[in-house]
C-alpha cells in the first residue's frame, strides 16, 4: 500500500494523459427514426402534418420549398486533430404541388460523395522567401543619409 502511494502522482499523471487522448463523440442535427418516419403517410400527409409528427426540418432545398431535409451527422474529435466524421443521415422528403408528400429518400454517409476542394495556390511573379531571406533580405540594402 505504501507503495503505491508514493506512485500517486504519477498514476495521476497516466489517467490524465488517458483521459486527454479520448475521443469525443459529436452529434449535430436531427433525423427522424425510421418508426417515426413510418408514421408519415405518402399522399396522404400535408406539410402541417409533417411539421407535427417530425418537428421542423433542418433545411429546404434551395431551389424548391417543396423538398424538406432532415440532417444529422455524428463526428469524432480526438486530441487536437481534425474532426473525422463517422456517420450521417439524411431525410429528404418531397411534396406534391397540393403540399401533399411525394416522396421520402433516406441517405447515409455512403450515399454522399466526397468532393476534393481545389487546393491549388494562384501563381505570382516572383519567387518565394524563405525565413531567412524574409528577416535578413534588406541588411545593407540602404545607405546612410538618404530621405525616407
Known amino acids: 500500500m505504501k507503495r503505491f502511494l508514493a506512485n500517486r502522482p504519477a498514476v495521476l499523471l497516466f489517467c490524465l494523459t488517458m483521459a486527454a487522448c479520448t475521443p469525443t463523440l459529436v452529434v449535430k442535427g436531427y433525423v427522424p427514426d425510421e418508426e417515426t418516419l413510418a408514421t408519415v403517410q405518402?399522399?396522404?400527409d400535408s406539410k402541417d402534418a409533417v411539421m407535427t409528427k417530425l418537428g421542423s426540418p433542418s433545411s429546404v432545398a434551395a431551389f424548391d420549398e417543396?423538398?424538406?431535409i432532415y440532417i444529422s451527422k455524428q463526428t469524432e474529435n480526438?486530441?487536437?486533430f481534425e474532426p473525422t466524421v463517422i456517420g450521417q443521415d439524411v431525410v429528404?422528403?418531397?411534396f406534391d404541388p397540393e403540399g401533399r408528400v411525394e416522396?421520402?429518400?433516406r441517405y447515409t454517409l455512403e450515399d454522399g460523395r466526397l468532393i476534393d476542394p481545389v487546393t491549388r495556390k494562384t501563381p505570382t511573379q516572383g519567387r518565394?522567401?524563405?525565413i531567412l531571406e524574409q528577416l535578413f533580405g534588406n541588411v545593407?540594402?540602404?545607405t546612410a543619409g538618404t530621405d525616407g
Open 140 to 142: 545593407g540594402r540602404f
Open 42 to 44: 405518402q399522399g396522404v
Open 66 to 68: 417543396d423538398t424538406w
Open 92 to 94: 429528404a422528403i418531397n
Open 78 to 80: 480526438f486530441a487536437f
Open 103 to 105: 416522396e421520402i429518400r
Open 128 to 130: 518565394e522567401l524563405g
